[in-house]
């Protein structure tokens, strides 16, 4: 694991992630691991390299809401709640994405999606836990790193809004 903390600057590890928290000029940390290609769990097994909390990493799920693509955001330590997202995001169904309509609009592969650089600007929701932690780790755009930086970054660098859209 190495970690290299950044504030503004080019980013280090060169991802749209990173480059845009950069341009953001936020502090943030990179947090570098091996990831687990045999991993059921993408999030789950970053947590673990890193030795934080299942609830201080957070993953990012892409979902059809009424036709549209939304973006999730909850802990690795638990499932996004659908309905609620569609709720959320002023929509009556949700359903989990296909992985390559994922791909293709994030720019990112599946269990590197990044909230932050996108290629196209999405209607976000971060489940509203992340309020109460003093930082948040997400896929900095590629498997085997994480970014850390301040929920209110998080927040404000996707246009997200908060909601409970976590379950479990």
Do not use: C
């Not at 060169?14 to 480059?19: D, E, F, H, I, K």
């Not at 599946?110 to 996108?118: D, E, T």
Request: net charge positive.
């Amino acid at each position: 694991m190495s970690t290299a903390k950044t504030k503004g600057g080019r980013g280090g590890q060169g991802t749209p992630a990173t480059v845009a928290a950069a341009k953001a000029k936020i502090e943030f940390t990179l947090h570098a691991y091996e990831p687990d290609p045999d991993a059921e769990s993408y999030g789950e097994a970053a947590a673990d390299a890193l030795g934080i909390p299942h609830g201080q990493i957070f993953k990012t799920l892409l979902a059809d809401v009424d036709g549209r693509l939304a973006v999730g955001v909850v802990p690795v330590s638990a499932t996004l709640d659908l309905k609620a997202l569609a709720a959320a995001a002023g929509g009556k169904r949700a359903r989990m994405a296909d992985p390559r309509d994922a791909e293709r609009a994030t720019g990112y592969v599946v269990g590197g999606i990044s909230p932050l650089g996108q290629r196209r600007t999405l209607p976000t929701v971060i489940d509203a836990s992340v309020s109460a932690l003093p930082s948040v780790y997400v896929s900095a755009g590629r498997r085997g790193l994480q970014i850390e930086l301040a929920p209110a970054d998080l927040v404000r660098l996707t246009r997200a809004s908060l909601a409970a859209i976590a379950r479990g």
